[in-house]
């Protein structure tokens, strides 16, 4: 049997992974550990924004949703976190997307390095909870930021199904984690549902140091984290393990 992954995002954001997953002979496990909620009848708040900000790829789709086809809002200069968001941009229809490629202080520089304070507000299309403190980085350079939640994330009450069975089955090899809130959405379930120790054969990929000490709380084969806060240079690092063999039991 080939190698199986816990793949612990949410579904819109999980799907480009899987694929990537599959692409390198790896079989995903779905198992979204946070369901995206968005609230459709919010009015944007774009009155003289210069740019809009996203911080996920969740905050574009949501203010996507909500805003005309083809306004002129998609004209907006639009500064992402990192790659998988602005790709996500640049699939909704916004034309002038730049990409961080790492983390919410990487993404103040580069707006920093962009755009004038005196020239408008920004728009954060967010959601209600943020990690980071990208408004206090951007208001200390004379930066207004405009934050707006446009969709809320949910916790999982349990360990989804394909999760539970394969924790039992002893059927996972690795698993990847990308926020602070998964990991420990996870860790919290893991306990809850006694599971714990099924993870000691299992190696965990972690997006940051942040998402990695959280999984510290139990016990697992190894833990990976990424270079980078990005999908990409996570990936990069499972790469270097297949290429290895470091995943083989």
Not at 22 to 38: C, N, S
Not at 123 to 151: C, I, N, P, T
Not at 190 to 195: D, G, H, L, S, Y
């Amino acid at each position: 049997m080939g190698l199986r992954a816990l793949v612990t995002r949410p579904q819109a954001d999980a799907k480009e992974l899987c694929d990537l997953l599959q692409e390198r002979g790896v079989a995903p496990v779905l198992a979204p550990l946070l369901t995206i909620v968005p609230k459709p009848h919010m009015v944007p708040d774009l009155d003289r924004v210069q740019a809009i900000v996203f911080t996920s790829a969740n905050g574009a789709r949501a203010l996507a949703a909500i805003l005309p086809a083809d306004g002129p809002a998609f004209d907006l200069p639009a500064f992402c976190v990192g790659d998988q968001s602005a790709r996500a941009a640049r699939d909704l229809g916004f034309s002038k997307v730049e990409s961080a490629g790492g983390d919410v202080a990487d993404l103040a520089e580069l707006i920093k390095s962009r755009l004038d304070p005196g020239a408008g507000p920004l728009y954060h299309a967010a959601g209600s909870k943020v990690a980071g403190d990208l408004s206090g980085l951007l208001e200390g350079a004379g930066f207004a930021l405009r934050r707006q939640a446009l969709y809320e994330a949910h916790k999982a009450e349990s360990l989804p199904g394909p999760a539970a069975l394969a924790l039992a089955a002893g059927d996972l090899d690795l698993a990847l984690f990308f926020s602070p809130r998964t990991a420990a959405a996870f860790v919290r379930l893991v306990a809850q549902e006694e599971f714990g120790g099924a993870c000691r054969n299992v190696t965990a990929y972690a997006l940051s140091g942040a998402v990695a000490d959280i999984l510290k709380e139990i016990p697992w084969r190894k833990i990976s984290v990424a270079p980078r806060p990005e999908m990409d240079s996570l990936l990069v690092v499972l790469d270097a393990d297949l290429a290895e063999g470091n995943l083989t039991q």
